[in-house]
């Protein structure tokens, strides 16, 4: 929603790559209307020329949507220089207009008209410190994918040749792995002696081994094996270097709390909390409630109710590197026996696809990252027994009711509490 004011002073700016249409709406005497249009370019003097004119004309409120990058730059200089103006990034689904019906300029103007009655809300934005860790984070994401799309380029060219090594060896860049690929390289193909290389510590038998490792590898898939090591090798010695540059800038006490707190999340690693951090700040002043930020996060189910008839709506795209950490964290909860998470989970299942309870868990898990920035408190575990210890009625009818489709009657009795000594 947004604030319940109106601007007599506004001005809207539709981005483009190379050319900027800006709007400036201001209201006079007797209500008059006043519409000042104009064109700049991206270059940094035509930004800092808009600036100037925004401040000459005594904006109240600055409007641009969030398209591309291309808004990046036309921020930092307003936000940071523009005094007295509020400057808002909004999101552009929110701000559509009429199909058909649709310029640079007519977007210009109807951002400004809707800036000035104050119908826009800001997107979030971090601030600069959070946005240098984000960009990290980030990056690590996109080489950590390259690397493990090599991995498999790695793993189709040994299928190529027969070797089924990937069927034995479960990490084939490990070190059992790297010996017996180097041996390949440099010409051994006994597959006896290839198996031999093998840790002490697999679990695949030399048999096995030997078997898996027969096939028609040919100095061609060599190179190719070779050149593909390489790449993963950069790409491991670029991750690295940046894990030990987010560890620089997340070193301070209470950011080393948040990430130690966020690791107590059951599917959350150390990794998984930077990503956290580097996405939401460790303020959680921003979003004033949990129901904020999953609903920020995309994790809510909409809304889409006409004439009383209520139809079927899909949640909101939200931000994509939490919704990746938070979904990769929701699938692993399935392996945490034990936890409330994991007994909410198979309770979900029982009346809902399996991506529906996933999306559910990540809802759970955005309510407690809120409760833990916000409190500043670890994950509290409920136990996979809080549903029975919650309302042990329903069981008790639960079991009654089971019975009763037997045919037959179950007396349920509380054991007696034993006496402490």
């Not at 104009?38 to 904006?59: G, H, K, N, P």
């Not at 990503?275 to 904020?292: K, T, Y």
Request: hydrophobic residues 40%; proline residues 4%.
């Amino acid at each position: 929603m947004g604030a319940e004011r109106s601007y007599s002073r506004a001005a809207g700016i539709d981005l483009g790559k190379r050319g900027l249409s800006v709007c400036i709406r201001t209201v006079g005497g007797r209500g008059a209307v006043k519409l000042e249009e104009a064109v700049y370019t991206t270059m940094t003097s035509q930004i800092l020329a808009l600036r100037d004119r925004l401040e000459a004309a005594r904006v109240q409120i600055v409007v641009m949507e969030a398209t591309g990058d291309y808004w990046r730059p036309v921020f930092w200089i307003l936000s940071g220089t523009l005094p007295g103006a509020q400057v808002l990034l909004v999101n552009p689904a929110h701000v559509r207009i009429l199909k058909g019906r649709k310029t640079d300029r007519r977007d210009a103007a109807f951002l400004a008209r809707q800036a000035a009655a104050g119908n826009l809300a800001g997107s979030f934005i971090p601030p600069e410190p959070v946005r240098e860790v984000r960009d990290l984070t980030r990056r690590r994401t996109g080489f950590t994918t390259a690397r493990a799309s090599e991995i498999n380029r790695l793993e189709k060219t040994l299928e190529d040749t027969g070797i089924k090594i990937t069927s034995v060896i479960s990490d084939i860049t490990g070190a059992t792995g790297r010996r017996i690929l180097a041996a390949l390289i440099a010409g051994k193909r006994d597959p006896r002696a290839l198996a031999a290389l093998a840790d002490a510590r697999i679990r695949a038998s030399a048999a096995e081994l030997a078997e898996a490792l027969t096939g028609r590898f040919t100095s061609h898939h060599g190179y190719l094996v070779a050149d593909h090591l390489e790449e993963i090798d950069h790409y491991t010695g670029k991750i690295l270097v940046l894990d030990a540059r987010i560890a620089e800038l997340l070193d301070s006490d209470d950011q080393r709390r948040d990430i130690a707190n966020l690791s107590t999340i059951p599917g959350i690693d150390t990794l998984g909390a930077q990503i956290i951090v580097s996405e939401l700040g460790h303020d959680m002043a921003a979003f004033p409630s949990p129901g904020h930020l999953a609903s920020w996060l995309g994790t809510t189910g909409g809304h889409n109710e006409s004439a009383g008839v209520k139809r079927k709506t899909r949640p909101a795209d939200g931000n994509t590197a939490m919704r990746r950490i938070l979904g990769v964290a929701a699938f692993s909860v399935m392996g945490h026996k034990g936890t409330y998470l994991n007994a909410r989970y198979h309770r979900l299942r029982g009346r809902m696809d399996s991506r529906k309870a996933q999306v559910a868990i990540m809802h759970d898990m955005a309510i407690a990252i809120w409760f833990i920035l916000h409190d500043k408190v670890p994950y509290r575990e409920l136990g996979a027994d809080y549903f029975i210890r919650r309302d042990p009625a329903k069981i008790r009818r639960r079991i009654a009711a089971l019975a009763h489709s037997i045919g037959a009657t179950v007396d349920i009795h509380d054991q007696p509490t034993p006496a402490t000594t």
